[in-house]
Protein backbone atom coordinates (compact mmCIF):
# COMPACT_ATOMS: atom_id res chain seq x y z
CA UNK A 1 0.00 0.00 0.00
CA UNK A 2 0.86 3.35 -0.64
CA UNK A 3 0.28 6.65 0.71
CA UNK A 4 0.94 10.52 1.34
CA UNK A 5 0.62 13.02 4.04
CA UNK A 6 0.60 16.78 4.00
CA UNK A 7 0.39 17.85 7.16
CA UNK A 8 -0.40 21.49 6.88
CA UNK A 9 -3.51 22.80 5.51
CA UNK A 10 -2.55 26.05 4.62
CA UNK A 11 0.92 27.84 4.72
CA UNK A 12 1.56 31.30 4.93
CA UNK A 13 4.72 32.78 3.85
CA UNK A 14 5.76 36.91 3.15
CA UNK A 15 7.18 37.29 -0.58
CA UNK A 16 10.28 37.10 -0.52
CA UNK A 17 10.89 34.35 2.23
CA UNK A 18 12.01 31.19 1.92
CA UNK A 19 8.64 28.78 1.64
CA UNK A 20 8.04 25.05 2.42
CA UNK A 21 5.61 22.71 2.18
CA UNK A 22 5.73 19.29 3.48
CA UNK A 23 4.98 15.91 2.27
CA UNK A 24 6.05 12.36 3.65
CA UNK A 25 5.14 9.63 1.93
CA UNK A 26 4.61 5.74 2.83
CA UNK A 27 5.46 2.74 0.01
CA UNK A 28 6.35 -0.93 0.16
CA UNK A 29 9.03 -0.65 -1.98
CA UNK A 30 11.32 2.60 -3.37
CA UNK A 31 9.07 5.42 -4.39
CA UNK A 32 8.75 7.65 -7.59
CA UNK A 33 7.57 11.30 -5.88
CA UNK A 34 5.56 14.09 -7.27
CA UNK A 35 4.77 17.41 -6.82
CA UNK A 36 2.25 19.38 -8.37
CA UNK A 37 0.79 22.95 -8.58
CA UNK A 38 -3.06 23.90 -9.15
CA UNK A 39 -3.63 27.37 -9.54
CA UNK A 40 -7.59 28.85 -9.10
CA UNK A 41 -10.23 27.34 -11.74
CA UNK A 42 -7.25 25.22 -13.31
CA UNK A 43 -6.25 21.75 -13.75
CA UNK A 44 -3.16 20.22 -11.94
CA UNK A 45 0.41 21.42 -13.27
CA UNK A 46 3.53 19.02 -13.17
CA UNK A 47 6.45 20.76 -10.95
CA UNK A 48 9.01 18.30 -10.27
CA UNK A 49 9.59 14.46 -9.64
CA UNK A 50 12.23 12.21 -7.57
CA UNK A 51 12.92 9.45 -9.88
CA UNK A 52 16.77 8.17 -8.49
CA UNK A 53 20.14 9.64 -8.40
CA UNK A 54 20.56 13.12 -6.82
CA UNK A 55 18.32 14.23 -3.60
CA UNK A 56 17.85 17.38 -4.55
CA UNK A 57 15.23 17.53 -7.49
CA UNK A 58 14.87 21.22 -8.93
CA UNK A 59 11.48 21.98 -11.41
CA UNK A 60 9.85 24.46 -12.63
CA UNK A 61 9.13 28.31 -11.16
CA UNK A 62 12.11 28.14 -9.28
CA UNK A 63 10.74 25.52 -7.13
CA UNK A 64 13.14 22.41 -5.99
CA UNK A 65 12.41 19.37 -3.46
CA UNK A 66 14.55 17.34 -1.63
CA UNK A 67 14.17 13.38 -1.28
CA UNK A 68 15.17 12.43 2.12
CA UNK A 69 15.02 8.58 2.44
CA UNK A 70 15.17 7.77 6.26
CA UNK A 71 12.20 10.44 7.32
CA UNK A 72 10.67 9.25 3.99
CA UNK A 73 9.67 12.86 3.28
CA UNK A 74 9.94 15.08 0.14
CA UNK A 75 9.76 18.76 0.98
CA UNK A 76 8.88 21.64 -1.15
CA UNK A 77 10.46 24.63 -0.95
CA UNK A 78 11.48 28.13 -2.94
CA UNK A 79 14.82 30.39 -1.59
CA UNK A 80 12.31 33.33 -1.91
CA UNK A 81 8.54 33.20 -2.34
CA UNK A 82 6.40 35.47 -5.33
CA UNK A 83 2.56 36.70 -4.82
CA UNK A 84 2.08 34.59 -8.08
CA UNK A 85 3.28 31.19 -6.26
CA UNK A 86 0.18 31.44 -3.75
CA UNK A 87 -1.35 28.10 -4.92
CA UNK A 88 -2.72 24.58 -4.29
CA UNK A 89 0.14 22.61 -3.80
CA UNK A 90 -0.40 18.46 -3.99
CA UNK A 91 2.18 15.89 -3.34
CA UNK A 92 1.94 12.29 -5.35
CA UNK A 93 3.82 9.32 -4.53
CA UNK A 94 3.63 6.41 -6.70
CA UNK A 95 5.40 2.66 -5.49
CA UNK A 96 8.04 1.51 -8.40
CA UNK A 97 7.04 -2.11 -7.55
CA UNK A 98 3.43 -1.39 -7.50
CA UNK A 99 0.64 0.09 -9.38
CA UNK A 100 0.44 3.07 -12.25
CA UNK A 101 -1.95 4.90 -10.00
CA UNK A 102 -0.44 6.98 -7.95
CA UNK A 103 -1.64 8.53 -4.44
CA UNK A 104 -2.20 12.25 -3.99
CA UNK A 105 -1.99 14.01 -0.72
CA UNK A 106 -4.84 16.66 0.16
CA UNK A 107 -3.13 19.08 -0.55
CA UNK A 108 -1.81 22.59 1.06
CA UNK A 109 -2.81 25.86 0.24
CA UNK A 110 -0.08 28.46 -0.27
CA UNK A 111 -0.40 31.99 0.39
CA UNK A 112 2.07 34.31 0.17
CA UNK A 113 2.02 37.55 1.59
CA UNK A 114 2.75 40.86 -0.59
CA UNK B 1 0.60 19.83 -28.34
CA UNK B 2 -2.53 21.00 -27.54
CA UNK B 3 -2.63 19.33 -24.14
CA UNK B 4 -5.39 16.95 -22.21
CA UNK B 5 -8.66 18.28 -23.92
CA UNK B 6 -12.09 18.29 -22.10
CA UNK B 7 -15.53 19.25 -22.63
CA UNK B 8 -17.76 20.60 -21.89
CA UNK B 9 -15.84 23.34 -19.38
CA UNK B 10 -18.97 23.95 -17.44
CA UNK B 11 -22.76 21.83 -16.86
CA UNK B 12 -25.70 23.14 -15.22
CA UNK B 13 -27.79 20.37 -14.88
CA UNK B 14 -30.93 19.20 -13.07
CA UNK B 15 -31.10 15.90 -10.52
CA UNK B 16 -32.37 13.00 -13.09
CA UNK B 17 -30.47 14.08 -15.86
CA UNK B 18 -27.97 12.21 -17.77
CA UNK B 19 -24.45 13.53 -17.88
CA UNK B 20 -21.58 12.76 -20.16
CA UNK B 21 -18.17 14.35 -19.58
CA UNK B 22 -15.73 14.21 -22.76
CA UNK B 23 -11.50 14.14 -22.69
CA UNK B 24 -8.86 13.76 -25.15
CA UNK B 25 -5.74 12.91 -24.09
CA UNK B 26 -2.61 13.53 -25.02
CA UNK B 27 -1.68 11.74 -28.43
CA UNK B 28 1.12 8.77 -27.58
CA UNK B 29 -0.09 8.83 -23.95
CA UNK B 30 -1.60 4.92 -23.40
CA UNK B 31 -2.69 6.09 -19.40
CA UNK B 32 -5.85 7.77 -18.90
CA UNK B 33 -7.40 8.74 -15.26
CA UNK B 34 -10.46 10.53 -14.42
CA UNK B 35 -10.78 12.42 -11.26
CA UNK B 36 -13.27 14.31 -9.06
CA UNK B 37 -12.48 16.91 -7.26
CA UNK B 38 -14.67 18.80 -4.13
CA UNK B 39 -13.77 20.43 -1.17
CA UNK B 40 -15.00 18.18 1.16
CA UNK B 41 -13.07 14.72 -0.55
CA UNK B 42 -10.15 16.85 -2.12
CA UNK B 43 -8.94 14.99 -4.98
CA UNK B 44 -10.31 11.46 -5.69
CA UNK B 45 -9.56 8.58 -8.42
CA UNK B 46 -12.45 7.53 -10.26
CA UNK B 47 -11.03 5.27 -12.83
CA UNK B 48 -7.42 4.51 -14.29
CA UNK B 49 -7.26 3.26 -18.08
CA UNK B 50 -4.33 1.68 -19.75
CA UNK B 51 -4.57 0.73 -23.31
CA UNK B 52 -7.70 1.86 -23.66
CA UNK B 53 -8.84 -1.01 -21.05
CA UNK B 54 -10.21 -0.32 -17.47
CA UNK B 55 -7.56 -1.22 -14.63
CA UNK B 56 -9.22 -0.14 -11.86
CA UNK B 57 -12.83 1.01 -11.18
CA UNK B 58 -12.89 0.70 -7.68
CA UNK B 59 -13.18 4.81 -7.07
CA UNK B 60 -16.60 5.15 -9.10
CA UNK B 61 -19.05 5.73 -6.48
CA UNK B 62 -21.74 3.69 -8.20
CA UNK B 63 -23.69 2.35 -10.65
CA UNK B 64 -24.74 5.52 -11.81
CA UNK B 65 -21.19 5.99 -13.03
CA UNK B 66 -19.78 4.71 -16.13
CA UNK B 67 -16.73 5.25 -18.03
CA UNK B 68 -15.82 3.99 -21.38
CA UNK B 69 -12.44 4.62 -23.63
CA UNK B 70 -13.56 3.38 -27.20
CA UNK B 71 -10.09 4.36 -28.44
CA UNK B 72 -6.83 5.67 -27.23
CA UNK B 73 -7.82 9.51 -28.37
CA UNK B 74 -11.15 9.55 -26.50
CA UNK B 75 -12.80 8.54 -23.39
CA UNK B 76 -16.08 9.92 -21.36
CA UNK B 77 -17.64 9.63 -18.07
CA UNK B 78 -21.19 9.22 -17.89
CA UNK B 79 -23.28 10.02 -14.83
CA UNK B 80 -27.21 8.52 -15.19
CA UNK B 81 -29.26 9.43 -13.37
CA UNK B 82 -27.35 12.54 -11.90
CA UNK B 83 -27.80 13.87 -8.51
CA UNK B 84 -26.61 16.97 -6.69
CA UNK B 85 -24.11 15.69 -4.38
CA UNK B 86 -22.08 14.25 -7.94
CA UNK B 87 -21.50 18.39 -8.30
CA UNK B 88 -17.55 18.77 -8.48
CA UNK B 89 -15.02 19.69 -10.89
CA UNK B 90 -14.04 16.42 -12.87
CA UNK B 91 -10.78 16.35 -14.26
CA UNK B 92 -9.31 13.85 -16.93
CA UNK B 93 -5.58 12.95 -17.20
CA UNK B 94 -3.12 11.10 -19.19
CA UNK B 95 0.26 9.49 -18.80
CA UNK B 96 2.97 8.11 -20.69
CA UNK B 97 3.97 4.59 -20.80
CA UNK B 98 6.16 4.34 -17.65
CA UNK B 99 5.02 4.64 -14.05
CA UNK B 100 8.02 7.31 -13.45
CA UNK B 101 6.07 9.66 -15.68
CA UNK B 102 4.07 12.52 -14.69
CA UNK B 103 0.28 13.09 -14.86
CA UNK B 104 -0.73 16.13 -17.69
CA UNK B 105 -4.55 17.12 -16.25
CA UNK B 106 -7.05 18.92 -18.42
CA UNK B 107 -8.37 21.47 -17.23
CA UNK B 108 -11.19 20.05 -16.03
CA UNK B 109 -15.45 19.68 -15.83
CA UNK B 110 -17.24 22.35 -13.49
CA UNK B 111 -20.65 19.85 -13.18
CA UNK B 112 -23.73 21.53 -11.04
CA UNK B 113 -26.53 19.29 -10.50
CA UNK B 114 -29.45 21.24 -9.15
Known amino acids: AQSVAQPEDQVNVAEGNPLTVKCTYSVSGNPYLFWYVQYPNRGLQFLLKYITGDNLVKGSYGFEAEFNKSQTSFHLKKPSALVSDSALHFC????????????FGRGTSLIVHP | DAGVIQSPRHEVTEMGQEVTLRCKPISGHNSLFWYRQTMMRGLELLIYFNNNVPIDDSGMPEDRFSAKMPNASFSTLKIQPSEPRDSAVYFC????????????FGPGTRLTVL
Open chain 1, 92 to 103: AVRDRGGSYIPT
Open chain 2, 93 to 104: ASSAGESYNEQF
